[in-house]
């Protein structure tokens, strides 16, 4: 199956693995900074909330290094189509345009209320897919196990609840 | 040292992007049990790092010779409830916080959308911080100046 950028074949997943590994490994070793993102939500709301919650000192010692790898991630998506037939902006959405099929302002407001889950969801929880489900679960950390069978578990059930019951 | 991390961002950016982990429909195959790519990718991540940071622990120091210390994330109420709620909102979006970000860079304006409903709902998160602490047993915030 293609991805929705550019009609590309994905890379194989043993690569893709690999790649996530050694950029994990590289920031610890390198740097002594433990892989995660959905904290990086937090810095971003630092820069102009003012709730003491987003000036504890994680946020501030850690948004050092977490804006710049952040900001990272939007440029190696850019490069990513960049050197793949190019950059265009799109509004093409895969299986959701044939089975779910709303327009622009629906994907708007699907999409800010599926954002609304994962900021808020990441947050209570501490972490995201790359901070428990990666780092967590590479480090043996019970947490990260709990965490990482309970996202799964809330994806599944809404997948499922989408496109099996609601839309099929 | 910021060099390094825009390095390394745009590299895991570009990974997660060609790899499908930014892909709605191969989420979307994830959670429905008809497309291996993404447990695979999560898999040989997670078996491919553990033994590295085991010996980088056990090192006990970074490649410079600073002190590794790796800060283990407690177990709370909110493990549970937020990771479900998390699950939820990566079915929904079918992007999860870096492909929400890698998305926005390839172009996906949707993906702005999803990036707004995320820091509002992180932004909701601290701004409730003091009243959730208690029942989801979260870490007491200290002052300002230090740790948590």
Known sequence: MTLILNGLQPIHWT?????????????????????????????????????PYFHRGAIRSGREWRLPFLAGLVLGGFLSAVLSGGWTPTWSLGMFDSVIGLGPVGKLVWMFAGGLFIGFGTRLANGCTSGHGIFGLANFELPSLVAAVSFMAGGILTTQLIYRVVFH | MRPLYL????????????????????????????????????????????????????????????PVQVEL????????????????????????????????GEGKIYALAALAGALAGAGL????????????????????????
């Open chain 1, 15 to 51: 690569l893709a693995g690999a790649g996530i590994a050694a950029v994990t490994l590289a920031l610890l070793f390198g740097a002594n900074r433990r892989l995660g993102i959905s904290t990086g939500l937090e810095d971003m709301c630092s820069l102009v909330l003012p709730q």
């Open chain 2, 7 to 66: 390095v390394l961002g745009a590299f895991f950016g570009f990974v997660l992007s060609r790899s499908g982990a930014a892909d709605y429909n191969y989420i979307q195959g994830m959670f429905l049990f008809e497309r291996f790519q993404l447990y695979g990718i999560m898999g040989a991540a997670v078996v491919i790092t553990a033994p590295g940071l085991w010996l980088i622990q056990r090192r006990g120091r970074t490649a410079l010779g600073a």
């Open chain 2, 73 to 104: 994330k407690p177990m709370t109420r909110g493990t549970v409830v937020g990771s479900v709620l998390f699950g939820v909102g990566w079915s929904i979006a079918g992007m999860c916080p870096g492909p929400i970000l890698v998305n926005i």
């Open chain 2, 125 to 148: 998160f601290g701004a409730l911080y003091a009243r959730l602490q208690r029942p989801f047993d979260l870490p007491v915030l200290k002052a300002a100046s230090t740790g948590k």
